[in-house]
Nanobody, 130 residues
Framework: QIQLQESGGGLAHAGNTLTLSCTAS??????????VAWFRQAPGRDREFVAFINLSPDEIKYDYADSVKGRFTMSRDDIEKTAYLTMNILKPDDTATYYC???????????????????WGPGTRVTVSS
């Protein structure tokens, strides 16, 4: 069981930086066993994948949506049970509610697919002005 809480959203000007945090309360399976991802949903649009990270003994796996590659960086601290999303060079198109998601790895569903995640935070709103 895992509960997620996002923070760090707010209002930013285009070109600036915001860092979102996702803090987990975990019982049972360790936080380090979970894939963690960020999704976002803009007004009037479907929720979309933003970034994913998984730390394994063999390799660190990342993936980013094309729209944020080179601007956004995801990281996680499994000791603190927290994931981060640093958003640089913000654009008005980044305006959305950002959701943190966690799920145990699934072989048949890619980590970019929201169906891969059982647990979701309530979201944090990001507004980017031009």
């Amino acid at each position: 069981q895992i509960q997620l809480q996002e923070s760090g959203g707010g209002l930013a000007h285009a070109g600036n930086t915001l860092t979102l945090s996702c803090t987990a309360s975990v019982s049972g399976v360790p936080f380090s066993s979970y894939n963690v991802a960020w999704f976002r949903q803009a007004p009037g649009r479907d929720r979309e994948f933003v970034a994913f990270i998984n730390l394994s003994p063999d390799e660190i796996k990342y993936d980013y949506a094309d729209s944020v590659k080179g601007r956004f960086t995801m990281s996680r601290d499994d000791i603190e049970k927290t994931a981060y999303l640093t958003m640089n060079i913000l654009k008005p198109d980044d305006t959305a509610t950002y959701y943190c998601a966690a799920g145990l790895p699934r072989r048949t569903i890619p980590p970019t697919d929201e169906r891969s995640y059982e647990y979701w935070g309530p979201g944090t709103r990001v507004t980017v002005s031009s």
